[in-house]
């Protein structure tokens, strides 16, 4: 099934169909000039002539872009804009509560940044210095990532849903000195204890000395005298203006945790030239934007969705950007069609476990709410079902609107493949191809290259200007973990297949990285938690397929020799995971395994786990290498049924 181009689209577009061929030809003719001349969408205070240094090759692995470059992000997202388009809404702020909404405009954000910035400043922020935030969806958020990048701190964003452990962790690992946080956050009318989780994760790193605490609900948190500071009167107290820091293209920008297959998770490290022309050039191709047009992604900025097409793709291109409380369902399953008929959202960008949680509640949420507004919808964190992307098409877009299913990464700091509405006839289901520059490659197991139609490992072979630079304080897993499996090349970690019309269709991750709802986590990182349990001997976790989430969470669980497998005990170990790492990562299925199947050398064979919990059994494969086959037999008379 094949959706044509709408003429509409091709004739307004950024780029259209030749204009894609067209940058295609000119970016493997003339790279340098190339992207010379995509650098040039930003303002520079010194312009870049030293455009790209790359090598992935292992004795010489260095990836530098513009890097003679000098700017400040912040003066791009703002400054720049102040001149002509002062009064024009930068963000929309919509409330959990759907009585509270706000319009704030570039000369309001570029105050409120300025004043943020000072306080940071004021309290001994310098260049280079590491600032945690941990804010719910308030455009508190977006000015703390502004503030930092306008004094050139790295920011470090945690998402409000991790537990005070996983903040602690994250803050060690950059050695934070300051965190920005809030009284409270609201989602789905639930109230989340922000400034309770940063106290229990501050027991643990003694290196900060100040807390800023923004007010949110009011509620009365304890606060540590001397350390934990109510932000409304340093803000009432500071300047509004706040000079840019001059900025070099490959000074860091921010850092982002992420998981990976092994071990804790990685700080993912973006810098300031690359990342910003990356967000801003793919956020005006891939959704066609112009200043004016209201706009609408609904992640969190805990994200990187959040970070590249909330707040710096949008504002670098001097968007309208919608920033949401709230959750898809609360008060009620139509919260997303009506807060876009309120705002008149004309491009919206969401998750396919939305949808598909929405999806099940039926037309009639959608039905009773206008969306006349909507132009152009998006889906990004998943691989999206054709069934989701047809319902979404139909219910939604009303047929009228095209879907940009856009394939990325945090590491690669924005989209890399994507249909551009102008451009890009829509296949439901594949993020089609793509955008100029990015050179895909399929791979088997062993690194052949595959050509044509087929099926493999998803591969960059070659830079792009957002890639991500280092793993924060771990320069060599950075290289371990992308570059050595396929030497020369970047390995994404999904699967992937390639149709006989050079379509690409990601299939899933083929590490042990599972994505539920949207969110990612290392398999490693549940198990760590499972055994820190202390009924817990062993563990092993795998992803199965889940209707709505995408992926669901099932655990294998050894418990202790004297340990008695109880229903509470599974309650038990569900909630300890929740509170250990975040309600998003409990376990759907715990089932008891008295063994695990093991090999000789005492590795677990986590093909025949994964089978066992997708119910795939009768292709448990080869089980003879086994230390134990009997051990097969006990798992799939035990299997969870859910
Ligand atoms: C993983 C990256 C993209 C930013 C948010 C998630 C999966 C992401 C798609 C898509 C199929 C997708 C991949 C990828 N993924 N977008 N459009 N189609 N799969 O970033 O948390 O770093 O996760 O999300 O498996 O590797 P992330």
């Known amino acids: 099934m094949v959706f044509p181009v709408p003429e509409a689209w091709a004739e307004r577009a950024h780029m259209d169909a030749a204009g894609y061929e067209a940058a295609w030809k000119r970016v493997q003719a003339d790279p340098e000039g190339f992207w010379k001349e995509v650098a040039g969408r930003l303002d520079w205070i010194k312009a870049p002539t030293k455009i790209k240094d790359v090598s992935y090759a292992k004795e010489d692995f260095h990836i530098r872009w513009f890097e003679d470059g000098v700017l400040n992000v912040s003066a791009n997202c703002l400054d720049r804009h102040l001149p002509t388009r002062a009064d024009d809404v930068a963000f929309i702020w919509e409330g959990d509560n759907p009585a509270q909404s706000r319009k704030i405009t570039y000369r309001e954000a570029h105050e409120e940044v300025c004043r943020m910035a000072n306080v940071l400043k004021s309290r001994g922020v310098a260049k280079g210095d590491r600032v945690t935030i941990y804010l719910p969806m308030i455009p508190e958020a977006a000015y703390a990532m502004l503030a930092c990048a306008r004094i050139g701190a790295v920011h470090s964003v945690v998402f409000g849903g991790f537990s005070p452990d996983s903040l602690a962790g994250r803050i060690q690992d950059c050695d934070s000195r300051l965190v920005i946080t809030a009284d409270e956050g609201l989602r789905g009318g639930k109230v989340v204890p922000l400034m309770r989780n940063v106290a229990a994760a501050l027991e643990d790193c003694p290196g900060v000395d100040t807390v800023l ?19 409304g009167p340093e803000r009432a107290a500071a300047g509004v203006d706040c000079a840019p820091e001059p900025m070099n293209a490959e000074d860091p920008l921010f850092i982002l945790y992420t998981s990976g297959s092994t071990g804790k998770p990685k700080g993912v490290l973006h810098t300031t030239g690359g990342y910003a022309v990356w967000a801003s050039w793919t956020h005006e191709l891939v959704f066609d934007y112009r200043p004016g047009e209201i706009y609408w992604c609904t992640a969190d900025v805990g994200w990187v969705t959040g970070h590249s097409y909330i707040v710096y793709g949008p504002l ?157 304080g771990d320069h060599q897993r950075f290289f371990d973990t992308y570059f050595s499996t396929y030497p020369g090349k970047y390995f994404t970690g999904d699967g992937c297949r390639r149709d006989e019309d050079g379509y690409y269709w990601i299939t ?49 669980v050894t418990l202790k020799a004297d340990v008695q497998p109880t229903e509470n005990l599974r309650k038990d170990l569900v909630l300890w995971v929740r509170q250990e790492i975040g309600p998003f990562a409990a376990p759907d299925a715990i089932q008891w395994a008295p063994g695990l199947p093991k090999t000789r050398s005492g590795k677990i064979m986590r093909r025949i786990l994964r089978k066992v919990a997708e119910n795939d059994l009768g292709n448990l494969g080869d089980t003879s290498t086994l230390a134990d086959p009997a051990v097969v037999d006990d798992l799939v008379k035990n299997r969870i049924g859910r």
């Not at 009365?220 to 934990?228: E, H, I, L, N, S």
Request: with cysteine; glycine share 10%; charged share 20%.
């Open 213 to 231: 605490v923004v007010s949110r609900t009011g509620a009365d948190v304890p606060m540590k005298a001397g350390r934990d500071i109510p932000y």
């Open 316 to 472: 670098a291109n001097a968007a309208t950007s919608v920033i949401f409380e709230g959750v898809p369902n609360y008060p009620t399953s139509s919260r997303f069609w009506e807060v876009i008929d309120k705002h008149q959202v004309e491009i919206f960008y969401t998750a396919p476990t939305a949808l598909r949680a929405l999806m099940r509640e039926g037309e009639a949420p959608v039905q009773r709410t206008s969306r006349k507004s909507l132009r152009l919808l998006g889906s990004v964190g998943e691989p999206i079902n054709p069934e989701a992307w047809l319902w979404y098409h139909r219910v939604v877009g009303e047929g009228r609107c095209p879907i940009v299913d856009t394939w990325w990464q945090t590491e690669t700091g924005a989209c890399l493949v994507s249909p551009l509405p102008g451009a890009t006839a829509l296949k439901p289901g594949s993020a089609t191809k793509p955008l100029p520059g990015v050179y895909l490659q399929l791979v088997d197991a062993e690194g052949k290259v595959l050509d044509g139609a087929t099926s493999g490992n998803l591969c960059i072979t070659d830079s792009w200007p957002g890639q991500m630079r280092t793993v924060y």
């Open 508 to 556: 899933g991750r083929v590490d042990d990285v599972i994505n539920v709802s949207g969110h990612r986590m290392g398999t490693a990182e549940i198990e760590s938690a499972l055994v820190g349990h202390h009924d817990v001997a062993e563990a092993a976790v795998v992803g199965f397929p889940h209707d709505i989430k995408g992926q669901g969470i099932y655990a294998y």
